[in-house]
């Protein structure tokens, strides 16, 4: 049976304190939990108390001081039933012992390296006791740590620490920590053990000062210097643009190699997978250095969102994500450069979410129901719902926008909310009704919003007529139509914006036409706009206002213009693709046909424009040269789709821009050769990632490219231009690419992070043998299946990034990685879940490859013994 939003009941049972008394040991520890509970008034009167567990062993069970027999039938592993407890506050205490070094899960308290630590959300506390395992629950918390000084020297949890001292006469020590904030139990963190750390303190706008921390294993600890730096700036930032400030005395951040997620925003102590603290220039890439901004940002804003202000249950999981992915997104986009970001970001949505919302596994971004919850951790719960904020903001404005946070934050501070409360603090700031843009979180898919255009010369009048639409979905048949918000702009061909509001339009508000913003709210609309002496370029959905797909038939002139002088650079960058977009989709047709791919000198000469312009905005530039990506043609293409076609007509692009750009893309990539110091700065690293791309394109066609790109490769004193040149020469076969990648192993054997690289990268080699590659691979000594970093980094960027050989024919691909989810599945689920979704769009491909993608399906869930994780997965994309 599912869970489902509509059974939602309040708690019967309160828990006002926690007290946790821990001795860590590798392999048994003792964890004695002591609760102050009470019958909540909202919930049912002398209902039982069921707590949650999961796999615990209990050891000793007391109600108010009286032993209860544990042995009895209400203790099961992963449950324990209290039958009529006290109708007055009373007090449970429970003792559980723990394998950490056992659990291969990484849920509730586990190993990774030499040190424990946790991680609870979702359902990973019941791990460690038995508890009423749900967000609505809030406690406050003290914990006591002991261990073995040597063994864990460092002992961190949530909040303030109140003592610590070496316990007399023992080689053991303690730490006591105490949270005045109540939280959710998933907020509970906690570790231990020998790490080096580095130090700092903040200055809150009220001049508190912040003691803090982060800790790495020694040795790396320059290395969390640049995590310092982004901390502290997303500390001012939030005090800043959202008058947030922090709350406790210290701020400690812990980073561990053993990670399922990205990182975990535990009150006052946030778990990092180490991948998103550790840089160095020699190790990290630009593209590291952002994301490690991006993430310490995004844990760190959870402290407003997502912990004094938490989620009522599981299915509210995007009031905290989406909130605070749109938060880190408009924080990167203030530390860099915006424009860069958005296309950035409206990229990463495409590529991740677009698909989900097309395929078994579309759900709502506050979904109606679930078997597991870990499987919603999902691009649509992350990346629409931050989309989804930022739509709010342009709906009601920006002033309204943080009247509408102020409010929820002063509301409804200290408590577990719903999606419902927040939106209902915007419509009150606003006056606007909110009810139809509800409609966002409970209906699933991506709305397709088709436009077409009528310019009439004698009446110097432009008829835009708009259609919405939306596709069914699992579970949803019927659509209602969508508030939509188009920003339009309407432009001259030589790049003169008329003015909106100049002349009388039909069809338009007042407040339409001052803002630029026109919102669809019916099936249909029609405006006109008069006085327009000639065809307007329209430029249409500006800064991606919607996460919509837009269907226009821009004529290319109109993309070429738009490429050219649009002033929304969004724009001016998505006209760049459509006009890619086109002619690879009409290779592929060609190409499946029998014949060749479409060769286009116009295209090439507009490329050609955009690096003469290059030098104003080189990030920008790099993301046009940066063609849509084979998934991205794939799923424009959306059904009946040929992985190898894709490739070819890319393949073909690629070196039609290669050698008809040859000399400006030579000339481009020696003049922004630099040396000197490395500074991970946005505009830096735009250079280098315009200078990457010009060489990656100039070697598709031209073979010396390779003897540049080894030569980049073996003398680039960072990693950024160090992995560029092994990425280009990992695109073609030859003695180059074998010698570069066992120089690199070579180089790098002791780094972790980087090696992760040198798996991914050759596991996305596309060309047939990748397979056999990767299964030699696999028998490399650094090779490791629980660790999820380097589980990702190979069997990962195969099946999710190497489109060809994923997707061979043969089904090969197919079945290696269904036999990798089922061995992986019995130590980590979660992990072998996330895997799974590689088949997320196996119904979109052509019929052969099709079948066999679902001959693998079938045999993953034939097998019985399934995790949850992955029957819930395999279940829903096969239905
Ligand atoms: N709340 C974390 C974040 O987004 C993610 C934790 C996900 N954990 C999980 N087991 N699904 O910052
Ligand atoms: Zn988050």
């Known amino acids: 049976q599912p869970i489902r939003l509509a059974d939602y009941r309040p708690p019967d049972y309160l828990i006002d304190r926690v007290d946790l008394d821990i001795r860590l040991d590798r392999q048994a520890t003792r964890v004695i939990a002591r609760l102050k509970l009470r019958p909540n008034p909202q919930g049912k009167t002398g209902a039982d108390l069921v707590l949650d567990g999961d796999g615990l062993r209990l050891k000793r069970l007391l109600l108010d001081g009286a032993p209860l027999d544990i042995h009895a039938n209400f203790v099961t592993p992963d449950r324990l039933t209290i039958a009529s407890p006290p109708h007055e506050p009373f007090s449970l205490e429970i003792e559980t012992e723990l394998n950490p070094a056992a659990n291969t899960q990484l849920m509730g308290l586990y190993r990774s390296g030499s040190a424990y630590c946790t991680q ?292 409804y501070d200290g408590t577990a909310a719903t999606v419902e409360q927040f939106i209902a603090c915007f419509a009150e700031v606003s006056g606007r009704d909110l009810t139809q843009f509800s409609r966002w979180y409970s209906q699933s898919g991506t709305p397709l919003v088709e436009v077409e255009a009528h310019y009439d010369a004698a009446a110097q009048a432009l008829t835009l007529d708009f259609r919405q639409s939306c596709k069914k979905t699992p579970g949803q048949d019927e659509k209602l139509p969508f508030v939509i918000p188009i920003e339009l702009g309407l432009l001259s061909h030589d790049g003169k914006i008329f003015d909106l509001v100049t002349g009388p339009q039909d069809g338009a508000s007042a407040h339409e036409l001052a803002t630029g913003v026109i919102e669809l709210t019916e099936p249909r609309r029609r405006l006109t706009f008069h006085a327009l002496p000639e065809r307007p370029v329209v430029s249409l959905l500006r800064g991606f206002s919607a996460p919509i797909s837009l269907c226009y038939a821009a004529s290319e002139d109109d993309l070429i213009a738009q490429t050219a002088h649009d002033s929304d650079s969004f724009n001016r960058w998505q006209a760049s693709q459509t006009y890619a977009t086109r002619l690879l989709l009409r290779s592929v047709e060609r190409i499946r046909a029998g014949g060749a791919a479409e060769s286009d000198p116009r295209f090439i000469d507009a490329l050609r424009h955009v690096l003469k312009a290059s030098p104003a905005d080189p990030a920008f530039a790099a993301q046009v040269l940066a063609l849509p990506g084979e998934a991205d043609i794939a799923r424009e293409i959306g059904a009946n789709v040929d992985p190898d076609a894709i490739f070819a007509a890319r393949k073909a692009l690629r ?42 394109l100039y070697t598709a066609a031209n073979p010396d490219g390779r003897t540049l790109a080894e030569a980049q490769f073996t003398h680039a004193p960072f990693m950024t231009d160090k992995i560029a ?116 769009s196996w119904r979109a491909l052509e019929p052969h490859r099709r079948g066999l993608a679902e001959a693998a399906l079938r045999r993953v869930i034939a097998q019985n013994r399934l995790s949850p994780d992955v029957k819930d997965i395999v279940e829903r994309s096969l239905n």
């Open 725 to 840: 040149g092994l990425g280009i020469l990992a695109l073609h076969a030859g003695a180059e690419r074998e010698r570069a990648f066992e120089a690199y192993y070579e180089f790098y054997k002791n780094e972790p992070l980087a090696i992760d690289k040198w798996f991914a990268l050759q596991a996305a080699i596309p060309e047939a043998g990748a397979l056999e590659r990767i299964r030699a691979l696999m028998t490399h000594p650094a090779f490791s299946l629980s660790n999820p970093n380097r589980a990702r980094a190979l069997i990962g960027a195969f099946a999710a990034g190497n489109q060809t050989q994923f997707n061979a024919p043969d089904g090969s691909g197919y079945d290696f990685v269904a036999a990798i989810v089922l061995q992986l599945d019995e130590k980590n689920p979660q992990v072998a879940a996330r895997l799974l979704g590689a088949f997320k």
């Open 120 to 411: 609870c959300e979702a359902e990973g506390f019941r791990r460690i006791t038995y508890f009423l395992d749900r967000p609505d629950v809030l406690s406050v918390y003290s914990v006591r740590l002991e261990a073995e000084q040597t063994d864990a020297p460092i002992l961190l949890s949530n909040g303030n620490r109140t003592a610590t001292a070496a316990i007399e006469g023992t080689s053991r020590h303690f730490a006591v920590w105490h949270d005045p904030f109540p939280k959710p139990c998933y907020l509970f963190a906690l570790v231990g053990g020998d790490l080096g750390a580095i130090h700092d303190t903040f200055t809150t706008a009220s001049g508190r000062e912040v003691q803090l921390g982060i800790y790495v294993e020694h040795g790396k600890e320059p290395s969390a210097a640049y995590a310092m730096d982004a901390l502290k700036r997303a500390m001012r930032w939030d005090e800043e643009v959202f008058g947030r400030e922090y709350d406790l005395d210290v701020f400690n951040i812990v980073a561990v190699s053993d990670f399922n997620m990205g990182a975990m925003e535990n009150k006052g102590l946030n778990v990092f997978n180490d991948k998103y603290i550790l840089a160095s220039p020699e190790t990290a890439t630009d593209t590291d250095y952002a994301q490690i901004e991006a993430v310490i940002a995004h844990e760190y804003f959870h402290n407003w969102t997502g912990n004094r202000i938490t989620c009522r249950d599981w299915f509210q999981l995007c009031l905290k994500e989406g909130l605070t992915v749109f938060r880190d997104h408009e924080f990167s986009a203030d530390m860099r450069s915006r424009a860069v970001r958005r296309i950035a970001d409206v990229r990463t949505l495409r590529a991740q979410q677009f698909p989900e919302d097309a395929g078994p596994l579309a759900h709502n971004v506050r979904p109606d129901s679930y078997y597991e919850i870990n499987n919603f951790y999902t691009a649509t719960v992350y990346e629409k719902g931050a989309e989804l904020i930022r739509m709010l903001k342009v709906l009601i404005g920006a002033k309204a926008f943080r009247a509408g946070m102020d409010l929820y934050f002063a509301r």
């Open 655 to 696: 070196e039609a821009i290669g050698s008809g750009l040859a000399d400006e893309l030579r000339a481009l990539y020696a003049s922004l050769a630099e040396d000197g110091a490395y500074s991970p700065d946005a505009a830096a690293a735009g250079r280098r990632a315009l200078r990457n791309a010009a060489l990656d």
